[in-house]
């Protein structure tokens, strides 16, 4: 008699767990954005993507800076920079977390003359 009391119960259970809904999506989505440096200040970053649009992220305090040729500086990148920015994008914009960024090598200005 204990024994059927517990197998109903077991039943029961498993039963709500099927038809239980699952936790809504969240609300944030991450992705990445690649392309060039084409804008940037202390506020925001424009990008420039290899289809062509120019795509506007949001900076914070938080976002984080990586040179591939210098992994201790956390210096933004500059204009013409490649990039790869990994961010989150929310109902009302798109958050760079953090924009990996190979520098653009530029030529030193000719001395000689």
Excluded: C
């Amino acid at each position: 008699m204990r024994h059927t009391g517990i197998i109903i119960i077991g039943f029961i259970l498993f039963g709500w767990l099927l038809t239980a809904q699952a936790a809504p999506p969240a609300e944030t989505t991450t992705l990445h954005v690649v392309g060039i440096t084409a804008e940037i200040d202390s506020s925001h970053i424009v990008v420039k993507t290899s289809r062509g649009p120019l795509v506007s992220l949001k900076l914070t305090k938080q976002t984080r800076f990586k040179n591939k040729y210098d992994p201790q500086s956390n210096e933004p990148p500059s204009v013409e920079d490649r990039v790869i920015i990994q961010a989150t994008k929310d109902k009302k914009a798109l958050t760079a977390d953090i924009v990996h960024y190979s520098p653009m090598m530029r030529q030193a200005p000719d001395l000689s003359e």
